[in-house]
């Protein structure tokens, strides 16, 4: 039962993490792998997974956000949209190798879909960007408790 606790807390932290919730899942990372009860490749399979399916669901938020543009409740002004727009446009798909720095990143993903980066290029980017996060950060961990 523990370890689908684990693997599940794990799952559900990446998750919230990625989306536009200020959730800290590297420390819930670091923890599962200090109590080294769980195999270091599972924990970032499931890290990454859960990672990479929430910032997919900013996308999918991105890409629903036109359809609410014209409500008098939309929270975001249409100068913020030009300006995401453009600086989409300036550095393009390659900007998404950021989705894993504080701050930025997940605003970015939901540009992504705002400017209808394709799913595929975007889920590329993003596992790339994820996963080497979450190596690092695993290879830390366990150089520190070797």
């Known amino acids: 039962m523990w370890e689908l606790t684990g693997h599940l807390g794990l799952f ?15 420390t819930v990372l670091a923890g599962l792998l200090f109590a080294d009860r769980h ?7 499931v890290a990454t997974c859960g990672n990479v399916l929430g910032s997919a669901a ?3 938020m991105g890409r ?5 543009r014209e409500k008098p409740w939309f929270p975001v ?3 913020n949209l030009e300006k995401a727009r453009s600086s989409y446009h300036r550095y393009g ?6 989705s894993w720095a504080p701050i930025i990143g997940d605003p970015l993903t939901v540009v992504a879909g705002l400017m209808r980066e394709p799913l595929w290029s975007f889920l590329l ?13 695993a290879m830390l961990v366990l150089a520190w408790t070797k």
């Open 12 to 26: 559900l932290s990446a998750f919230g993490a990625a989306t536009l919730l200020p959730l800290q899942s590297e």
């Open 39 to 45: 195999p270091a490749w599972a924990l970032l399979l």
């Open 58 to 60: 900013n996308w999918w």
């Open 64 to 68: 629903s956000i036109e359809y609410f």
């Open 77 to 79: 002004k249409e100068h």
């Open 93 to 98: 798909r390659w900007s998404l190798l950021l």
């Open 125 to 137: 980017m993003v596992t790339l960007a994820k996963a080497g996060r979450y190596l690092v950060l």
